[in-house]
T-cell receptor, first 113, second 112 residues
Framework: KAGVTQTPRYLIKTRGQQVTLSCSPI?????VSWYQQTPGQGLQFLFE???????NKGNFPGRFSGRQFSNSRSEMNVSTLELGDSALYLC????????????FGPGTRLTVT | QKEVEQDPGPLSVPEGAIVSLNCTYS??????FMWYRQYSRKGPELLMY????GNKEDGRFTAQVDKSSKYISLFIRDSQPSDSATYLC????????????FGKGITLSVRP
């Protein structure tokens, strides 16, 4: 089976801009979760989508949003970018959601200047 | 107190050593426990997944969970230079509002 894919792999944006990241889960997996990884805070949960519905949300501002399509592909959007949003954004795919095995993609490295 | 605490490291061992990595947690609602390995500039790779107290073995890796002490461990036998990576523990609750909570990770270096 193909693994989790994320596009783009690298992105440089300017403060105030918005960005959309994409994640394609493992075939047959209905859950996609998003995480932010920084050296200072480590891996932090953003949100989880299951069958096109957001099931869980972490403690991030409303500038961070996402959606999931009927084919389970997911997108994450960050509006009004801040310097502190520079991070590795990871998505994880799972057959059943949180509590099941989570398989991560390679991540999108976002740099905000 | 953080929900998940992981030994900060870094940790350096000679090739062939037995490595012990540990995490403690405070939330007794955690039911599922995982260990991930992350190489530089890569996404985390699932190594071990367990949901009960006791030991689970997979090749050179053994995951140990002690729910009464809120303590989990990962043992690596006969460590190899290719094991050099960052290791993250993770745990989750079940049901509504469940989320996966990670330790900060520990960087392991295995010297040839």
């Amino acid at each position: 089976k193909a693994g989790v894919t994320q596009t783009p792999r690298y992105l440089i944006k300017t403060r105030g801009q918005q960005v959309t990241l994409s994640c394609s889960p493992i075939s047959g997996h209905r859950s996609v979760s998003w995480y932010q990884q920084t050296p200072g805070q480590g891996l932090q949960f953003l949100f989880e989508y299951f069958s096109e519905t957001q099931r869980n949300k972490g403690n991030f501002p409303g500038r961070f949003s996402g959606r999931q399509f009927s084919n389970s592909r997911s997108e994450m959007n960050v509006s009004t970018l801040e310097l502190g949003d520079s991070a590795l954004y990871l998505c994880a795919s799972s057959p059943g959601g949180i509590g099941y095995e989570q398989y991560f993609g390679p991540g999108t490295r976002l740099t905000v200047t | 107190q953080k929900e998940v605490e992981q030994d900060p490291g870094p940790l350096s061992v000679p090739e062939g050593a037995i490595v012990s990595l540990n995490c403690t947690y405070s939330n007794s609602a955690f039911q599922y426990f995982m260990w991930y390995r992350q190489y530089s500039r890569k996404g985390p790779e699932l190594l071990m997944y367990t949901y009960s107290s006791g030991n689970k073995e997979d090749g050179r890796f053994t995951a140990q969970v002690d729910k009464s002490s809120k303590y989990i461990s990962l043992f690596i036998r006969d460590s190899q230079p290719s094991d050099s990576a960052t290791y993250l523990c993770a745990m989750s609750t079940t049901g509504a509002n469940s989320k996966l909570t990670f330790g900060k990770g520990i960087t392991l270096s295995v010297r040839p």
